[in-house]
């Protein structure tokens, strides 16, 4: 059974830092697509970042490019998003999640993915 466990949400001011994890387990995660992805108070789950878990080629979209960062530890099989300069607008839910194909441009759909974790909370005050 897979599982996905996020880590690391918390409250953190403006200009500062969090470094996010999803430990993940249940299968050989070789070939998939990892990523994140968030959703604010009232509004729809969006893609953050992804990750090739093979090739470690990643994706980002545009409002966090050169803020956040995602990593992969395929020894822990883990991944990673350290998030900095966070701005409120950055508060949300992370959700990590798992899909079963390379990482392509069709990947930022969250209903291409196969496996979720329960979410972790960020928040950014002002």
């Known amino acids: 059974q897979v599982q996905l466990v996020e880590s690391g949400g918390g409250l953190v001011q403006t200009g500062g830092s969090l470094r996010l994890s999803c430990a993940a387990s249940?299968?050989?995660?070789?070939?998939?697509?990892m990523a994140w992805f968030r959703q604010a108070p009232g509004k729809e789950r969006e893609f953050v970042s992804a990750i090739s878990w093979s090739v470690g080629s990643t994706y980002y979209v545009a409002s966090v490019k050169g803020r956040f960062t995602v990593t992969r530890d395929n020894a822990k099989n883990s991944i990673d998003l350290q998030m900095n300069f966070l701005k409120p607008e950055d508060t949300a839910v992370y959700y990590c999640?798992?899909?079963?194909?390379?990482?392509?441009?069709?990947?930022?759909?969250?209903?291409?993915?196969?496996?979720w974790g329960q979410g972790t909370q960020v928040t950014v005050s002002s």
């Open positions: 999640a798992a899909a079963s194909a390379p990482l392509t441009a069709r990947l930022v759909r969250r209903d291409n993915y196969d496996y």
């Open positions: 249940g299968r050989t995660f070789s070939g998939y697509t």
